[in-house]
């Protein structure tokens, strides 16, 4: 946990949130809070529900039931508040491949309405080491430094939480450590984190609870070194230990079996 007080009012509320695409439920009444201070990590097997929840909270899909508030906004009927009080972290791919990132970010200022002079946007990308690629565009830099705009770009208006899907996938060690850290920043001053990942040292390091998700069910909320700890004695959980220690990744793959899913 940051040094910080939390605050103990949630940011981000999601109370029995179904998700079905057609016949097919894909997430079912899941319900958790995140705090500001706390990095929030949502961890499940390929196909468990994770990006379908994570689009549920962004707007961006409608749930077939449950009710999801930001900063005590309804998402469904105060999305624009909502949303002002969240930074989502896009794909390279969707910013506008034309422009420099330099431009990219003067845009996207502008959208979230925080005015920032040239002299800010070359303060800001010097803070994330991309001095020398302000006149680059997106496509022109290494998938950490794309990570790197695109967080910059998803904080830029100084959202109360943010919600970042697998923002390390493919980063080298040095890229991902960055990363964690500005993460880490943005828990301390008070903010929330929703994070999706696949990687178990990650959310050792950095998430201060996960959630469990499998077959769109969560199937259990708590602190990493909790988890490990009450599952110390799980049959299921030994059966699968690799080096006579229990880790998180064994606990993971204790608790939602080692089929590989489809
Ligand atoms: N647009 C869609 N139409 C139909 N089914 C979908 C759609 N999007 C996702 N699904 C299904 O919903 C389930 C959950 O998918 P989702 O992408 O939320 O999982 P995930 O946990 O993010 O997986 P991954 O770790 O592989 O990214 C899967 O069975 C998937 O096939």
Not at 51 to 73: H, N, Y
Not at 82 to 106: D, H, K, P, W, Y
Not at 148 to 161: A, C, E, F, K
Request: proline letters at 4%; glycine letters at 8%.
């Amino acid at each position: 946990m940051s040094n910080l007080p939390t605050r103990r009012e949630p940011i981000l509320e999601v109370d029995h949130l179904n998700v079905r695409y057609g016949n097919f439920t894909a997430v079912r009444s899941i319900s958790f809070e995140v705090f500001g201070g706390e990095i929030f990590g949502l961890l499940g097997p390929n196909g468990a529900g994770k990006t379908s929840s994570l689009s549920a909270i962004e707007g961006l899909l409608k749930p077939s039931a449950g009710a999801i508030s930001v900063c005590g906004f309804d998402i469904a009927s105060k999305p624009l508040h909502a949303r002002a009080n969240m930074g989502v972290q896009l794909q390279a791919t969707s910013f506008q491949q034309e422009l420099t990132i330099t431009e990219i970010i003067r845009l996207y200022s502008r959208i979230y309405d925080v005015n920032l002079t040239d002299a800010e946007i070359h303060e800001r990308l010097a803070a994330i080491n991309l001095t020398d690629s302000i006149n680059k565009k997106i496509a022109q830099l290494s998938g950490g430094q794309q990570q790197r705009v695109s967080l910059l770009i998803s904080t830029i208006h100084d959202p109360q939480l943010m919600l970042l899907d697998e923002p390390t996938t493919g980063l080298d060690p040095q890229s991902r450590r960055y990363l964690w850290d500005r993460i880490e920043q943005f828990r301390d001053k008070g903010h929330a984190v929703l994070i999706t990942t696949h990687s178990m040292e990650e959310a050792e390091a950095i998430c201060d609870r996960i959630a469990i998700i499998d077959h769109g069910s969560i199937i259990a909320i708590d602190s990493p070194a909790a988890l490990i700890e009450n599952n110390l004695t799980n049959p299921a959980v030994l059966e699968v230990v690799r080096k006579g220690k229990v880790t998180l990744e064994d606990v993971f793959i204790g608790l939602t079996g080692t089929a590989i899913r489809s």
